[in-house]
């Protein structure tokens, strides 16, 4: 129930190609669903988030699609460039907590 | 702000012997966690403190593992005796109270390999 499940573990994508990231939940509870992203030797930073009021939010390049019935949000990476090749997390929170709880991640790399 | 500072960045260490990371958090953030990844787990909560409080603990692998926030720009994370299966990469975060908007702010974290 507190799991947050993210797919594919690894993606290659072309320069210019979408990248798409899939997360899933169980627990409805959740009301905060934020992407991170992480370069090598780095920590996480905050990408972009949403709220499950809303079925899109879109920062620049980056969207977050969701969709409360099936219980799943996404990550669409649009113009892909190499420079946003990272490790991607898709976590979620509830309001009585605050804990993230963290998808497994996505090695996403932009091939020139 | 110089954001979440941690120290040191990398250390090895040999098995038995205590180690310590510290994490100094963003001014004015309530909250601080401390992570830990590794290819195998992914990210891990630890522990996490409220106004320098620890709340939950429960992701504390064992009693080797101990951490306090004596005030509210300092936190420690003790390993004794460490163990090679602690090898990995420690994160400690900070945000504020309403971390829906500016979301977690990591440091740079801590490499530690134990030999």
């Known amino acids: 129930q507190q799991q947050v499940k993210q797919s594919p573990q690894s993606l290659i994508v072309q320069k210019g190609g979408i990248s798409i990231i899939n997360c899933a939940y169980e627990?409805?509870?959740?009301?905060?669903f934020p992407w991170y992203q992480q370069f090598p030797g780095k920590g996480p930073a905050l990408l972009i988030a949403?709220?499950?009021d809303v079925s899109e939010k879109k920062e620049g390049r980056f969207t977050i699609s969701f969709n409360k019935s099936a219980k799943q949000f996404s990550l669409h990476i649009m113009d892909s460039q190499p420079g946003d090749s990272a490790t991607y997390f898709c976590?979620?929170?509830?309001?009585?907590?605050?804990?993230?709880?963290w998808g497994a991640g996505t090695k996403l790399i932009i091939k020139p | 702000d110089a954001g979440v500072i941690q120290s040191p960045r990398h250390e090895v260490t040999e098995m038995g012997q205590e180690v310590t990371l510290r994490c100094k958090p963003i001014?004015?953030?309530?909250?601080l966690f401390w992570y830990r990844q590794t290819m195998m787990r992914g990210l891990e909560l630890l522990i996490y403190?409220?106004?320098?409080?620890?709340?939950?603990d429960s992701g504390m692998p064992e009693d080797r593992f101990s951490a306090k926030m004596p005030n509210a720009s300092f936190s420690t994370l003790k390993i004794q005796p460490s163990e090679p299966r602690d090898s990995a990469v420690y994160f400690c975060?900070?945000?504020?109270?309403?971390?829906?908007?500016?979301?977690?702010?990591f440091g740079s974290g801590t490499r530690l390999t134990v030999v």
């Open positions: 975060a900070s945000s504020p109270t309403e971390n829906r908007i500016y979301g977690y702010t």
């Open positions: 001014s004015g953030h309530d909250y």
């Open positions: 403190f409220n106004n320098n409080v620890p709340i939950d």
């Open positions: 627990n409805t509870a959740f009301d905060y």
């Open positions: 949403i709220r499950p």
């Open positions: 976590a979620a929170r509830m309001d009585s907590n605050y804990q993230l709880i």
